[in-house]
C-alpha cells in the first residue's frame, strides 16, 4: 500500500511538474526566434532592401510558432497523463483497502477494470506528449537551422 501511495503522491507532483520542463526552454527559444525573425522583417521592410531569401526568415517563423503551439497542446496531454496515472493509484489504494477489510469481489473486479483503463489512458497521453515534444523540439531546430541559413546567405 506504500508503494502505491508513494505512486499516487508522485503522480499528483507530476501533474505540475510536467509543466515546467524542458518545456520552458523550447517556449523561450521559439518565442525569441519569432521575435529575431519579426524584426529582421521589419529591418529589410523599413531598409527597403531587395532580399531574394525573404522566405527563409517566413519559414523560421513558422517552424518557431509550430513548435510553441505543439508544445503547448504536449503540456495538455503530460498533465492528463498524470492525472490518469493519479486516478489509477487512486483505484489500486481503493483495491487494497478492500483486500484489507473485506472480500468484495465485485467491486474490486470494477476497481482493477477502472485502474486498467487509467493506465492505459496514461499511457496513451505520456505516448501522445513525448511525440510532440519531439516534433516541438524538431520544429525549434528546422527554426533555427533556416534562421542561421538566412544570415549566412543574405549578410
Do not use: H, P
Amino acid at each position: 500500500m506504500t508503494n502505491s501511495q508513494e505512486g499516487k503522491k508522485q503522480s499528483w507532483d507530476g501533474m505540475f511538474y510536467s509543466i515546467q520542463r524542458i518545456d520552458l526552454l523550447i517556449i523561450s527559444i521559439c518565442g525569441a526566434g519569432i521575435y529575431v525573425c519579426l524584426e529582421t522583417i521589419k529591418y529589410l521592410v523599413s531598409t527597403k532592401t531587395e532580399c531574394k531569401c525573404l522566405y527563409l526568415v517566413k519559414f523560421s517563423a513558422f517552424f518557431f510558432l509550430m513548435g510553441i503551439i505543439l508544445n503547448l497542446i504536449s503540456q495538455q496531454f503530460g498533465f492528463k497523463a498524470n492525472q490518469q496515472s493519479y486516478l489509477m493509484y487512486d483505484c489500486e489504494i481503493e483495491i487494497d483497502e478492500i483486500k484489507a477489510k473485506s472480500n468484495q469481489e465485485e467491486l474490486m473486479e470494477k476497481l482493477e477494470c477502472d485502474k486498467d483503463k487509467y493506465d492505459k489512458e496514461s499511457e496513451r497521453f505520456s505516448n501522445l506528449t513525448t511525440t510532440l515534444n519531439y516534433t516541438s523540439m524538431v520544429l525549434m531546430f528546422l527554426g533555427l537551422i533556416f534562421t542561421f541559413i538566412f544570415f549566412i546567405v543574405t549578410f
